[in-house]
T-cell receptor, first 116, second 114 residues
Framework: DAGVIQSPRHEVTEMGQEVTLRCKPI?????LFWYRQTMMRGLELLIY????????DSGMPEDRFSAKMPNASFSTLKIQPSEPRDSAVYFC??????????????FGPGTRLTVL | AQSVAQPEDQVNVAEGNPLTVKCTYS??????LFWYVQYPNRGLQFLLK??????LVKGSYGFEAEFNKSQTSFHLKKPSALVSDSALYFC????????????FGTGTRLLVSP
């Protein structure tokens, strides 16, 4: 299995621009999570989906952030407009459920976002 | 609400010596506890977990952790440290309600010297 795939790995953009981060979960996993990691705040859960439906978006910082999951194999996290304080590493993770699940979240390699 | 405390920002140990990375938690109901490791510029890698059963859990790369309900702790241990174990270690917890939010500690940097 290829694991969780994220793209791009690095993104540098200017303040005010739209940024789209992408994630492909592990095949067969029905949960998908978006996290943000910064030195100041550590690892924070932004939103998670179950069967493509958002379950908890209480961690989304503000309306500039939005996430979608149009199908079981793809999710996006969009920031519009971006600000320098959005600079962070964004991780996607996925998890299976059911009798054969390990009940463990598996993380992608992350996208390092720098907003100038 | 659940929470995790990792009281040490950094742990230093010599190669070949045993290591312990501490974690305490707070959760309503029964805890699901996890340890992850993060190498520089990499994602988090799963090490081990406790959900139920034996309080001593064995995981990847020779790591183990002991669940202690009375002390609400889940310390990570390894009998003999390797230089390659140097990394950032995160403890995480969620409750058993089915709500999937995993709360992470602030991380502990492990530095193993040759």
């Amino acid at each position: 299995d290829a694991g969780v795939i994220q793209s791009p790995r690095h993104e540098v953009t200017e303040m005010g621009q739209e940024v789209t981060l992408r994630c492909k979960p592990i095949s067969g996993h029905d949960y998908l999570f978006w996290y943000r990691q910064t030195m100041m705040r550590g690892l924070e859960l932004l939103i998670y989906f179950n069967n493509n439906v958002p379950i908890d978006d209480s961690g989304m910082p503000e309306d500039r952030f939005s996430a979608k999951m149009p199908n079981a194999s793809f999710s996006t996290l969009k920031i519009q407009p971006s600000e320098p304080r959005d600079s962070a590493v964004y991780f996607c993770a996925s998890k299976g459920s059911g009798a054969t699940s390990t009940d463990t979240q598996y993380f992608g390699p992350g996208t390092r976002l720098t907003v100038l | 609400a659940q929470s995790v405390a990792q009281p040490e920002d950094q742990v230093n140990v010599a190669e070949g010596n045993p290591l312990t990375v501490k974690c305490t938690y707070s959760v309503s109901g029964n805890p699901y506890l996890f340890w992850y490791v993060q190498y520089p510029n990499r994602g988090l890698q799963f090490l081990l977990k406790y959900i139920t059963g034996d309080n001593l859990v064995k995981g990847s790369y020779g790591f183990e952790a002991e669940f202690n309900k009375s002390q609400t702790s889940f310390h990570l241990k390894k009998p003999s440290a390797l230089v390659s174990d140097s990394a950032l270690y995160f403890c995480a917890v969620r409750d058993d309600t089915g709500f999937q939010k995993l709360v992470f500690g602030t991380g502990t940097r492990l530095l193993v010297s040759p």
